[in-house]
């Protein structure tokens, strides 16, 4: 059901491939040609379906022309700035089926491409910082609506929401809830220093604990759900809730 939800998501985009401008210079349009041959290189190597995803890549190679600016600044090569086009691209249309360290993994394993973690994480810590596609806020909250989609589908959930009514009422009282949690986290604390989907994961679990509260329900989204939708460990989600808890002034 995953790959099928994920799918649509990569073929409803509605991406022109007009957008790219193939009227450029020999060695920008060789520049794409390679870009784009890597991404279904690597899509290949996740046993993905190159055919659905041929929108992302026109969108990942749009953001690689737009990028070429920075380039030279962070020393890049092309396919770490094919990556980091294709990572921009995933978090717009709010697909995360793959986390980025997978990514750089199977680029430079199985591909044997010249990838530096460290490059690109630095490329993208600096686009966050300019507010190119995303700020700390907004990545949060594409993480947090992209869990619920599978959270809504987990059979326990479906289970304990069994009512059409209760499920828009949770949804709707847990993404507001998330949303000031992230605000008043944003304003007491540092979150740079954190990953943006362990921030989500317990958002979720503490949201979760308020709005379920408030329905009088027992709270249905363990720290293992959690995880496993985010693809973390659920230690983590426990560990650092009690960090993001203790800065919202929250008591047990």
Known sequence: M????????????GYNNKRIDISIDP???????????????????LNENTQNWEKIIDRAIYHA??????KKKF??????????????SLIEAGISKFSLPRLILIARKNLRKRIMCKRILNVLSFLRH????????GEVMYYVKSALREIFNHPYIKNKLNQPEL????????????DKIIS??????NLSGF??????????????????????????????????????NQFTILRKYRIFKNALGMKD
């Open 2 to 13: 995953k790959n099928l939800s994920e799918n649509k998501k990569v073929t409803e985009l």
């Open 27 to 45: 060695l920008t349009r060789l520049h794409v040609f390679r870009i784009a041959q890597f991404l279904r290189d690597l899509l290949k190597a």
């Open 65 to 70: 022309l737009n990028l070429r600016p920075i």
């Open 75 to 88: 020393k890049l090569t092309l396919y770490e700035l094919g990556l980091v086009s294709f990572w921009i």
């Open 130 to 137: 300019i507010k190119y596609s995303y700020n700390v806020e």
């Open 167 to 178: 499920i828009e009422r949770y949804r709707v009282e847990i993404l507001d809830e998330i």
């Open 184 to 189: 008043e986290l944003y304003e007491t604390m």
């Open 195 to 232: 990953s943006r989907r362990v921030i989500a994961a317990c958002c979720l679990y503490i949201a979760d604990k308020i709005v379920c509260n408030k329905l009088d329900i027992k709270p249905l989204l363990s720290a293992r759900i959690i995880a496993q939708v985010l693809g973390i």
